[in-house]
Nanobody, 114 residues
Framework: QVQLVESGGDLVQPGGSLRLSCAAS???????MGWYRQAPGKQRELVAD???????IYADSVKGRFTASRDNAKNTLYLQMNSLKPEDTAVYYC?????????WGQGTQVTVSS
């Protein structure tokens, strides 16, 4: 079992940037790590899925603007978000999956507004 804690959410103006972090309580080496988000009144949706040594999958809405990365040595997942838009406003969650087990963090709020 792994516990996840997200951080880095904030209020930012359109066009701005933020970097989210997700710190795990243990090794994430064997986990598929992912970033998800949930806007008010909407379902939670995938932002990016990143495996160890494999390709990163991005939602079409964030391709070219967001970059997910992982540091297995630090047990940390990152999401660099550039060119932010108001529609990126949501609670962002990280998820760790290994076989049939999945674990979620508590989320961090990102608000994009002028």
């Amino acid at each position: 079992q792994v516990q996840l804690v997200e951080s880095g959410g904030d209020l930012v103006q359109p066009g701005g940037s933020l970097r989210l972090s997700c710190a795990a309580s243990g090794s994430i080496r064997l986990y598929v790590m992912g970033w998800y988000r949930q806007a008010p009144g909407k379902q939670r949706e995938l932002v990016a899925d990143i495996t160890s040594g494999g390709p990163t999958i991005y939602a079409d809405s964030v391709k070219g603007r967001f970059t997910a990365s992982r540091d297995n040595a630090k047990n940390t997942l990152y999401l660099q978000m550039n060119s932010l838009k108001p529609e990126d406003t949501a609670v962002y969650y990280c998820k760790a999956t290994h076989w049939f087990n999945s674990y979620w963090g508590q989320g961090t709020q990102v608000t994009v507004s002028s």
